[in-house]
């Protein structure tokens, strides 16, 4: 049996609607997290490839009559409704097989006139902020400038933007909370710790205030999680401040992810954020 995953973007903090797209034979979502500083929803799902590319299309085309990136405020970077879908294969799915299936959602979203960039393993390992370098206005500006094109479509959707599709690694999203106000700490730290600025490979992160926490985080992204683990990443914040109160894992990993949880002082981590677990299930699912 082949099995693909997706962790895959919106640009809004929650909507049922959405996440009932997936509700379909042959897929099964393994975690929904959102946030209301990030103004984020992110939705972890794997399913028979056919199936879940059907399903991650119809979330597409939903978000994209709820969501005006025009209007759109939130923490995190983003240029489209459904901002990014990354898929990475999981069971029985050669990464160029996984390619293949990128490219054929890809041509499936744009033929909904929301136009699609290609990342990672699916466009010569073109990295996502480079795409997504100065948001949304910023890509306007730049599309206007010629000195990027889409993939697939041929000009921003006016209410959904764009989107960016690829195969990737897995990927770790981590954030560490601080018991701090202060914005400029959590940038800092950022800066320093990111591989663009010389810090740890594979790490990108930025600074946010979040207003309902009213605490500061460092967000980060662990795009190599066997080069640069959880533990490098925390113990290197802790090397610049001694305010770290908190951290916490978006969406689900593989087990050999987190070896010592209480060591991260993790919010939430249980046996339904271990991606191994969900594949047994979902096989036991599909051959009952």
Not at 120 to 138: M, P, T, V
Not at 160 to 170: D, E, F, H, L
Not at 220 to 231: A, E
Request: glycine letters at 4%.
């Amino acid at each position: 049996m082949k099995i693909l995953s997706a962790l895959i973007n919106y640009s809004i903090e929650y909507d049922a609607s959405i996440i009932e797209c997936f509700n379909q034979p042959h897929v099964m979502v393994m975690d929904v997290n959102s946030s209301q500083d990030y103004n984020r929803m992110v939705v972890s799902v794997l399913g028979q490839p056919t199936s879940l590319l059907k399903a991650i299309v119809q979330s597409v085309k939903t978000a994209s009559t709820l969501i005006d990136v025009n209007t759109h405020q939130g923490e995190h970077p983003f240029i489209g409704a459904t901002d990014v879908i990354p898929l990475v294969p999981l069971q029985n799915i050669t990464t160029l097989q996984a390619i293949d299936y990128s490219i054929q959602l890809a041509k499936q979203i744009s033929k909904l006139d929301i136009p699609v960039f290609l990342y990672e393993k699916s466009f010569h390992d073109r990295k996502l902020a480079s795409i997504r370098k100065g948001g949304y206005s910023g890509l306007k500006n730049r599309l206007e400038n010629k000195d990027i094109s889409f993939d697939f479509g041929q000009q921003l959707h006016p209410t959904a933007g764009a989107t960016v599709v690829g195969v990737r690694k897995p990927l770790i999203a981590y954030n560490v909370t601080l018991n701090s106000l202060d914005i400029n700490l959590a940038k800092d730290i950022a800066r320093k710790i990111r591989e663009s600025s010389g810090g740890l490979a594979y790490v990108s992160a930025i600074g946010v205030y979040c207003e309902s926490l009213q605490k500061v985080q460092v967000s980060t992204n662990l795009r190599d999680y066997k080069v640069t683990s959880l533990d490098d990443v925390y113990q290197a914040i802790q090397q610049h401040t001694d305010l770290i109160e908190s951290s916490e894992i978006i969406g689900c990993v593989f087990e050999e992810c987190v070896k010592n949880p209480s060591s991260l002082k993790l919010t939430r981590f249980n046996e339904d954020m271990i991606i191994e677990s969900w594949l047994k299930r979902f096989v036991s699912q599909e051959e009952s």
